[in-house]
């Protein structure tokens, strides 16, 4: 059975940094996308960040050159770093798996809150 444990969210101060780390688990890691979507209070859903077998990226427009998705297939984790943070970040974050099937499977949320 797939899981997928997120870690590191919590609280920043606006301008500041959080590492997001996911440690998937009873998956071939290797083989799947990975990704990361958020969820902000009385919002919808929204993808942040994805990374494919192959190490290519996309981001939401709104956290390009402020996130950076990377992958470790040796310890089937997947991070997203996150800088120079801002109020409208604050958000519980999901890891995402996506199989080469298009089946996808989520984590239970990190929350992260950024403060002005």
């Known amino acids: 059975q797939v899981q997928l444990v997120e870690s590191g969210g919590g609280l920043a101060q606006a301008g500041g940094s959080l590492r997001l780390s996911c440690a998937a688990s009873g998956t071939f890691f290797i083989f799947n996308t990975m990704g990361w979507d958020r969820q902000a209070p009385g919002k919808q859903r929204e993808l942040v960040a994805g990374i494919t077998t192959s190490g290519s990226t996309n981001y939401a427009d709104s956290v390009k050159g402020r996130f950076t998705i990377s992958r470790d297939n040796a310890k089937n984790t997947v991070y997203l770093q996150m800088n120079n943070l801002k109020v409208e970040d604050t958000a519980v974050y999901y890891c995402?798996?996506?199989?080469?099937?298009?089946?996808?499977?989520w984590g239970q949320g990190t929350q992260v809150t950024v403060s002005s």
């Open positions: 995402v798996q996506i199989t080469p099937r298009g089946l996808r499977s």
